[in-house]
């Protein structure tokens, strides 16, 4: 079903809407059970972190807090815990370390503006050729 979703509707339309029905009680099971359909789905097709982050479309992303991070950084997460070993370039890891920076609640207004401003100015600089 997952598959099907995401060739219909793009990977990056899925991705959203699967997070924001995570946020509704009634369609919140179903939710998680599609998202992790689709992390085995990616890992199966033996899917990069990589390839993840240009199929979703995080390029396009506005900030750190389009909902899109947090279905890499789950990625990442799941292929370490599944094959031991990282599954992503430097660059895409130095990325998952400043959304998980910016979703710290401990970090202050002046470091989450900073990681803001970093963020952007790479998207703006380099035009994600970087990654």
Same mark, same amino acid.
């Given at each position: 079903?997952?598959? &099907? ?15 924001? +029905?995570?946020? %509704? ?6 939710? &998680? ?16 972190? =990589? =390839? %993840? ?17 947090? %279905?890499?950084?789950?990625?990442? =997460?799941?292929?370490? +815990? ?7 370039? %430097?660059? &895409? ?6 959304? +998980? ?27 994600? =050729?970087?990654?």
């Amino acid at each position: 079903m997952i598959l &099907t979703l995401m060739r219909v509707f793009g990977e990056d339309t899925v991705a959203t809407m699967l997070e924001a +029905a995570k946020k %509704v009680p009634r369609t919140e099971a179903i939710a &998680t059970n599609l998202q992790k359909d689709r992390l085995n789905a990616w890992l199966r097709i033996e899917k990069s972190v =990589d =390839d %993840v982050f240009m199929h979703l479309r995080l390029s396009t992303a506005a900030d750190l807090t389009d909902p899109r991070f947090s %279905v890499l950084s789950k990625y990442a =997460d799941f292929v370490k +815990a599944k094959t031991g070993k990282s599954n992503d370039s %430097v660059k &895409t890891s130095i990325l998952l370390q400043m959304v +998980a920076a910016w979703n710290n609640p401990s970090k202050s207004s002046a470091e989450r503006e900073a990681l803001k401003k970093q963020y952007l100015s790479w998207r703006s600089d380099y035009h994600w =050729d970087f990654l």
